[in-house]
């Protein structure tokens, strides 16, 4: 709500912005992920949640720059594992979650 609200308000031009910030916070989580330190990455996991990353990632009218460092998370803490995915529950939650980005950036990018 608050973040639909500054969307709205075009608070995302401002390049200093509270949602820029956001979006270097999760480009930092990222980055932190990507040393496979499962100490650090489960911490990471518990500040920025798989629930909370799909459902940015799900938003239908939310703007593609915003989705984009989340994909890039979900992508390096989810799926880039060393131990790969042994649940093929979990696997399936992740391929469903593919899709609808998909056809996300499908819709944004007239493929």
């Known amino acids: ?3 639909r609200k500054l969307i709205n308000e075009n608070e995302m031009k401002d390049s ?3 949602i820029h910030y956001h979006l270097s916070l999760v480009r930092l989580f990222k980055s932190i992920v990507q040393d496979q330190n499962p100490a650090t990455s489960a911490k990471c996991k518990t500040l920025l949640s798989i629930e909370h990353c799909t459902s940015h990632l799900s938003e239908k009218n939310l703007p593609l720059f915003i989705k984009l460092p989340f994909l890039e998370y979900f992508t ?3 799926l880039n594992t060393e131990k790969g995915i042994q649940d093929p529950q979990l696997m ?3 391929w469903n979650v593919f899709s ?6 499908k819709l944004n990018l007239d493929f």
Do not use: A, H, P
Request: glycine content about 6%; overall charge negative; charged content about 35%.
């Open 1 to 3: 709500k608050e973040r």
């Open 16 to 18: 200093e912005g509270i």
């Open 76 to 78: 390096e803490c989810y």
């Open 92 to 94: 399936v939650y992740y």
């Open 100 to 105: 609808i980005v998909s056809e996300i950036l």
